[in-house]
């Protein structure tokens, strides 16, 4: 990505966020987290409820709000594992690994070796001093964000949550730089899921050549165990395609999703506003309405018709989707 549109992409969101009602922003502000939480956990390729998408979604959109230090990062931790009975929470205490087991031996079977447990401490320390030098120093803060979130992930500090921290991470940089219009969370994890085969190879394009560094034996636990000192490969890394990444997401963010979030919301008013006047019907009602008209390409199913709107007069049912085609546009489902 050439220098000027770099420089061109925290105007950009601020345009779009400027010419957008505050009742609209609002409303996108309170939603985007919740895109980006579930499109962190199916990145992971979970399903969570959805209380656990709200609460992860929360901490999303509170980041860069507190200084990052490794209690945070713990807190946190536990914030998006929920269920902890079979997950040890905190720094881990023996190695770690990325990959699967031989289903025959068990044995480990590595794409990525996560750095050694007696490393972790001074690690995340530096992490943490990176985070509180970096912006201040005057580093750009998306290649702030992506030295700091791709080094955590490749840190791999915890039993469980790494990838959806990794994540949180740049929400943080980039909040804390003061990247992304105030309150509005870019979601940069929806961009990722829908490049992931990118995100693979980005992650790849380090945690590959590193395995041939580290020398390791497998474990009677059924994981690694790391023979050589391996610090400073976790400390200093080419940060170059992930920064490129990192600004290719966040430049589709700013150009694709938020305005599109935008016309949804200005949709469904539009759409709102011309049902009321022609008939009478609570919000939860109108919502329905609207989603049944979506998910039917504009038409009222024979099951709404009979069911949940059944009192509509057929003259009131075709007002409806006239307006609906009227207001809606494909487009505001992307």
Request: charged fraction near 30%; aromatic fraction near 8%; hydrophobic fraction near 40%.
């Amino acid at each position: 990505m050439d220098e000027s549109r770099k420089a061109q992409l925290d105007r950009r969101a601020r345009e779009v966020s400027g010419r957008t009602h505050p009742d609209i922003l609002s409303r996108a502000a309170a939603f985007l987290p919740l895109t980006d939480s579930k499109a962190s956990f199916q990145i992971e390729g979970e399903q969570p409820p959805a209380q656990r998408v709200a609460r992860w979604g929360q901490a999303i959109a509170e980041a860069g709000q507190v200084q990052l230090t490794r209690a945070e990062l713990e807190r946190l931790q536990r914030t998006v594992i929920g269920d902890a009975r079979f997950v040890r929470l905190g720094l881990r205490a023996q190695g770690g690994f990325v990959g699967q087991h031989d289903r025959r031996t068990s044995e480990p079977i590595p794409e990525h070796i996560s750095a050694r447990a007696e490393d972790l401490p001074k690690l995340i320390d530096g992490l943490v001093a990176f985070d509180r030098l970096a912006l201040p120093g005057g580093l750009d803060p998306v290649i702030a964000a992506a030295t700091l979130a791709f080094g955590f992930a490749y840190i791999h500090p915890f039993e469980d949550g790494n990838g959806r921290l990794h994540r949180w991470l740049i929400h943080h940089v980039l909040a804390r730089g003061g990247f992304n219009p105030p309150g509005l969370v870019f979601p940069v994890s929806a961009v990722i899921l829908r490049r992931i085969d990118d995100y693979r190879r980005v992650l790849e394009s380090y945690s590959r050549p590193l395995l041939t560094l580290i020398e390791w034996r497998p474990t009677q636990e059924g994981n690694v165990e790391v023979l050589n000192q391996t610090g400073d490969y976790y400390r200093y890394f080419d940060v170059t395609r992930h920064a490129e990444f990192l600004y290719e997401c966040v430049a589709e963010t700013v150009e694709h999703d938020l305005p599109e979030e935008v016309k949804y919301l200005e949709a469904y008013d539009k759409f709102v506003a011309q049902v009321e006047i022609l008939v009478d019907m609570p919000p939860r009602k109108l919502d329905l309405l609207w989603r049944f008209l979506q998910q039917n390409q504009g038409k009222l199913s024979k099951r709404a018709r009979t069911g949940e709107f059944s009192l509509l007069r057929d003259a009131e049912a075709a007002e409806i989707e006239r307006i609906f085609g009227e207001t809606w546009s494909p487009a505001c489902a992307e």
